[in-house]
């Protein structure tokens, strides 16, 4: 916050100081809005990052959906060199700068960055509900399904192929911001059917897929918060496919620690329904 110097007035020549005026403080400067380009430090690091790049992944995808809930990141996406492009309000290129240096990926050295002035601004607003201040704890989980990647893939990103493949229905719009809603129980009251309102966080096509998650309704104010969720996909040959689930966000609390020990059996589950009804043919 910028304080003004105190206003004396000291008529020193006149007869009758000269009355006080109040001070005013001036208005913050409007925000400037600057492109940073985050780049990946090395070649497949998305695609198979140890488990520090892991984190800093995650924690790039939550600050992204907190700086996006706060207004700072008005738009984001990926090019196909697997940059990352986001647009970010900010006082000035030093304080955008800052911003991106703050960055869990670049902190822990996954990207670097890059900050250009940009004179168009967009909305992109979602991810206000993620855990204000996630554990460390990271469930993951390695599956080989008999199918192709491009197979596998639509399984993940298409509602149609989701469904086929696991019985659930689903609406996934593969796309940042898209919705990624899965309906276990069409019959449970609105909201409480599935994953309603979680969203895209990260796509690179035919090799990551990000998302929100939420908490089943039996554990009350837990399901309005958001983790994310992780899925790497890894072509073996022409009809195998290698997928890491990783599941991340939850709280600190011991009710979050339920929540993830919830999700260590469920998502085996989810993974072993895939394998036994994607396959050829389907």
């Known amino acids: 916050m910028h304080f003004s110097s105190p206003l004396v007035v000291c008529g020193v020549l006149a007869l009758v100081a000269a009355p006080s005026r109040p001070s ?29 790049e892991t984190q800093g992944i995650l924690g790039h995808m939550q600050t992204m959906a907190k700086l996006s809930a706060e207004g700072v990141v008005t738009w984001g996406g990926k090019t196909g060199e697997g940059h990352a492009l986001v647009l970010v309000r900010a006082r000035d290129r ?9 960055d869990p990926a670049v902190e822990k050295g996954v990207f670097t960055f890059r900050v250009t002035d940009f004179d168009v601004k967009l909305s ?10 996630p554990g460390e704890r990271v469930l993951r989980f390695e599956r080989e399904l008999s199918v192709g ?10 509602g149609a192929a989701f469904e086929r493949a696991t019985g659930w229905q689903a609406t996934i719009e593969p796309r940042i911001a898209g919705r990624f809603e899965i309906s276990f129980d069409p019959q449970a009251p609105k909201g409480q059917a599935g994953s309603e309102g979680c969203r895209v966080l990260a796509v690179v096509p035919h090799s990551v897929l990000a998302f929100e998650w939420n908490a089943p309704p039996s554990f009350g104010k837990l399901r309005f918060e958001r983790t994310n969720v ?48 994607l396959g050829p043919g389907r």
Not at 94 to 102: N, Y
Not at 149 to 158: E, P
Not at 244 to 273: M, N
């Open 124 to 133: 992109t607003r979602f991810g206000d509900t993620a855990v204000a201040d």
């Open 149 to 158: 990647l491009d197979q596998a893939w639509r399984a993940w990103t298409d």
């Open 94 to 102: 030093a304080d955008a700068e800052r911003i991106a240096a703050l």
């Open 230 to 277: 992780v899925v790497r996909f890894e072509a073996l040959g022409e009809a195998r496919t290698k997928l890491v689930l990783e599941h991340a966000g939850f709280g600190r609390t011991e009710e979050w620690s339920q929540v993830a020990d919830y999700f260590e059996q469920a998502w085996p589950h989810v993974l072993e329904l895939l394998a036994q009804r």
């Open 24 to 52: 005013v403080e001036p208005a913050p400067a409007p925000l400037e809005t600057f492109l940073v380009d985050y780049a990946p430090k090395r070649d497949g690091v998305l695609t198979n990052p140890d488990a520090t």
